[in-house]
């Protein structure tokens, strides 16, 4: 089925909160401590994957499925998605200490816990959102509007699709600010990479040391101060991007071409999937 670039990143999003919200809805009509509640974290995956397939049919989620496999990337790239968000992180904490925050020693897990949690970790947010939100919303958004803009609008439905999270007071509504403008730096990344995974790996980092570590430190209540720090270190990180490579956010001008709209509905050349 045919359908406008904007309405398929409207689609994508409904499926994403109707398929993470579920157990809301399920747990008020039969309260029960299965369903998965507040948030499905599978959800846009499995929403990505029914857009496609509404939209483009089986060669739309062929092409899909070939570019979220493409791992190469510079060696830099990833480099920077992993150690620039935890400076991000140790700094947005150190922060929050320095102006008297109260604060918990680093948690005193074992290796074999911390072991565990990195698989854990990264289905249970990281893959799924980053497959979906930036290796369809964003790939596809970006063909018609300029990435910048593309990253903003993306960024925004993320915040919506967290709601049931902040209303839970699982994570603080601060934190909106930084899931915007880390959503700028995820479109250069993706944009200077052609490849999904630099995104997971930063995800992976704010979601497992943020979260998960250094997060731990502060009480929920002071929560919001450390993440406030954070948003704000991001939104510099991102208007730093912005000044640097414009709202292409590092696209070459060749790739800010508007491709016709056939080239979405093609088998994808092994070249293509490897470069």
């Not at 493409?70 to 830099?76: D, G």
């Not at 909106?176 to 993706?190: D, H, N, R």
Request: charged share 10%; with cysteine; proline share 8%.
């Amino acid at each position: 089925m045919k359908m406008n670039t904007y309405w398929r990143i409207v689609l994508l999003f409904a499926l994403s909160c109707a398929f993470s919200w579920f157990g809301i809805a399920g747990n008020w009509l039969w309260p029960s401590a299965y369903w998965p509640t507040p948030i499905m974290p599978l959800g846009p995956l499995i929403a990505a994957i029914v857009t496609l397939w509404f939209t483009s049919g089986v060669a739309g989620l062929r092409i899909w499925f070939y570019r979220i496999l493409r791992f190469r990337a510079p060696v830099w790239i990833y480099a920077v998605a992993f150690f620039v968000p935890l400076a991000v992180i140790a700094a947005s904490a150190g922060l929050a200490i320095a102006v008297g925050v109260p604060h918990r020693p680093l948690p005193d897990y074992t290796l074999l816990e911390y072991t565990i949690f990195v698989p854990i970790v990264v289905v249970m947010g990281p893959a799924p959102e980053e497959l979906a939100f930036r290796g369809f919303g964003q790939h596809t958004l970006q063909r018609h509007a300029s990435p910048l803009i593309a990253s903003l609008l993306v960024g925004l439905g993320v915040v919506v699709w967290h709601i049931p999270l902040f209303a839970a007071h699982e994570i603080p509504s601060t934190i909106a600010i930084a899931i915007v403008a880390v959503s700028v730096v995820y479109a250069w990344l993706y944009n200077m990479s052609r490849s999904v995974w630099p995104l997971v790996v930063l995800h992976f980092v704010q979601n497992y040391f943020g979260g998960g570590i250094f997060g731990r430190m502060f009480a929920p209540d002071d929560a919001s101060i450390w993440l406030g720090f954070l948003g704000a270190i991001y939104v510099v990180w991102a208007l730093i991007l912005v000044w640097r490579f414009g709202p292409g956010l590092g696209r070459t001008i060749g790739h800010m071409a508007r491709r016709p709209a056939s080239h979405e509905d093609r088998w994808p050349r092994l070249s293509e999937v490897r470069s």
